[in-house]
């Protein structure tokens, strides 16, 4: 509710535009570089597996996303059109990865940058949350 909903094509530049956009727009509800860096760590490793895995490559996509940004909280959701996959976010699956592999290490990037991350029942829409810093973070 209040927020806004966008197509945006599925290539590295209008991935970092919008990016850009969410993050003056985060600075302008008064959240710090540290949060900010922490969110758009999160987001450029969920479009890049939107691309990657539910677009198989192909940035020629779009990408659905939509998000709104107050002081309070910070909600954005990104979906692709691919046919999705059962996400494994918790601590356990993140740490069963197996020694040395760089899978899944996007997903547990995202995990550790943000304060909620849920998925739909497909697997093909994202949804993170981030709470502002407490005090005494940067």
Not at 19 to 45: K, N, P, Q, T
Not at 46 to 67: P, Q, T
Request: charge should be negative; hydrophobic fraction near 35%; glycine fraction near 12%.
């Amino acid at each position: 509710e209040g927020g806004v909903e966008r197509t945006i094509p599925g290539s590295e530049s209008s991935r970092s535009e919008w990016i850009g956009a969410v993050l003056d727009e985060a600075a302008s509800h008064g959240h710090g570089d540290r949060w900010r860096l922490e969110l758009r760590l999160a987001l450029v490793e969920a479009l890049a597996n939107a691309v990657e895995h539910g677009h198989a490559g192909d940035e020629s996509r779009s990408l659905s996303v939509a998000w709104r940004i107050r002081p309070e909280k910070a909600a954005l959701r990104i979906a692709d059109g691919g046919s999705g996959f059962v996400p494994r976010i918790d601590p356990e699956s993140l740490a069963s990865r197996p020694a040395g592999s760089p899978r899944g290490r996007g997903l547990e990037m995202i995990v550790g940058s943000v304060d909620e991350v849920t998925y739909n029942r497909d697997g093909n829409r994202l949804t993170l949350v981030k709470y502002p810093a407490r005090p005494g973070e940067i």
